[in-house]
């Protein structure tokens, strides 16, 4: 398995992003963030890191305070 990063583009807006987690490194980006339930949808696929970051705010009730 190579080590390199892997380009993906996020399947949420588009955007063109590295990706270390499928390529046999120890770590990635996204591996820092809080963890989530991955998507159980085979056609899922990574989002890059301003999606995910969004992503995790609204799953974790944040930023959404609308008083």
Excluded: Q, Y
Excluded at 45 to 61: F, Q, S, T, V
């Amino acid at each position: 398995m190579s080590r390199h990063a892997e380009s993906k583009r996020c399947p949420a807006c588009g955007a063109v992003f590295e990706c270390l987690a499928h390529c046999g490194a120890n770590t990635c980006w996204c591996m820092e963030l809080p963890r989530l339930p991955m998507p159980t949808d085979a056609t899922t696929d990574c989002l890059c890191p301003a999606c995910l970051r969004a992503h995790i705010e609204k799953k974790l009730g944040r930023g959404t305070n609308t008083d």
